[in-house]
């Protein structure tokens, strides 16, 4: 990927969890020239993680993380990012990782994450959306059925020391269908969390 004067530096941390869709939608985002950013790097925590042979088919810097090495001296010196951006990343990120990236670390989550801690969303028909806190992915999307909520949603947030929470930067719903199961509305809903991504990084970036 060409580097270009004024584009923010983005390294993608990604594993084996996922399979990189996202890291794919951003990539795709950027080469249409939608998003004013560069990846630097696309870390993983595994060797299998299929991300990594997405990025190397655009010709993108990879590294495979080891765990006596130091990720923030990795990020903010070898590959000088600008934003750190989580793609199904397992390892455990540190309040200190946090305080080195202050609203720089975006995550992606699959629940409504409120304003405030207090704060309630509501999904398009006004029912109370679901926020999902502590819950991961398939278990998140078998919550939403399980409630009977008429709503799917996911949220790009920044990281914060508050689990599961962080200023929001864009929030997508899906309606539920009656006839649906774990693996046919998480198909639905990674595409809201593919364009709110992209939204999310379009905001910050250009």
Known sequence: MINKAGHKKIT???SNAGTGSNLQAVIDAIEAGKIKAEITAVVSDTKDAYGLVRA????LTTHIYKPEENLQALLQHQYR??????????KIISDDFIDAFPNKI????????????DGVVKNPDDTKALWNRGK???KAIQNFLDQKATYAGSTVHFLSKEFDFGPVLERCFV????QDTVESLYTRLKKGE???YIEALKRICN
């Open 81 to 90: 990012v600008d934003y750190v951006a989580l793609g199904g990343w397992k």
């Open 12 to 14: 993608f941390l990604i």
């Open 175 to 178: 309606k539920i269908l009656p």
């Open 56 to 59: 190397k088919k655009h010709h």
């Open 136 to 138: 991961f992915t398939e």
């Open 106 to 117: 975006l995550n992606i989550h699959p629940g409504l994450i409120p304003d405030k801690l």
């Open 194 to 196: 593919h364009q709110i």
